[in-house]
Nanobody, 123 residues
Framework: QVQLAESGGGLVQAGESLRLSCAAS????????MGWFRQAPGKEREFLIAISGGGGTTYYSDSVKGRFIISRDNAKNSMYLQMNSLKPEDTAVYYC????????????????WGQGTQVTVSS
């Protein structure tokens, strides 16, 4: 089992930045690829970005490429999402997730999820 907890969400204005954190506990963190997803009201959960266990490979969706940056610190069992140039359409609940599977670019590839953190971007 892996337990995940997101933090860092909040209310920001368009154009500002925000950094989310995901703290993990349980199994060996570096074994797991980690990803960030978001879900807006009335919409499906959307894949954003992921990083391999060792941190050497990243996967980006087109919607966040160039604005969002993922990183991890295996010594701290933590993963981060730096979000820049935020837009009102980025408003959603943001989730971190963990998987042992390859190609971690869809929700059904993940086994462990955090509870989510709300990000609201005002115009």
């Amino acid at each position: 089992q892996v337990q995940l907890a997101e933090s860092g969400g909040g209310l920001v204005q368009a154009g500002e930045s925000l950094r989310l954190s995901c703290a993990a506990s349980g199994r060996t963190f570096s074994n797991y690829a980690m990803g960030w997803f978001r879900q807006a009201p009335g919409k499906e959960r959307e894949f954003l970005i992921a990083i391999s266990g060792g941190g050497g490979t990243t996967y980006y969706s087109d919607s966040v490429k160039g604005r969002f940056i993922i990183s991890r610190d295996n010594a701290k069992n933590s993963m981060y999402l730096q979000m820049n140039s935020l837009k009102p359409e980025d408003t959603a609940v943001y989730y971190c997730a963990a998987t042992l599977r390859s190609t971690p670019t869809s929700a059904n590839r993940y086994d462990y999820w955090g509870q989510g953190t709300q990000v609201t971007v005002s115009s």
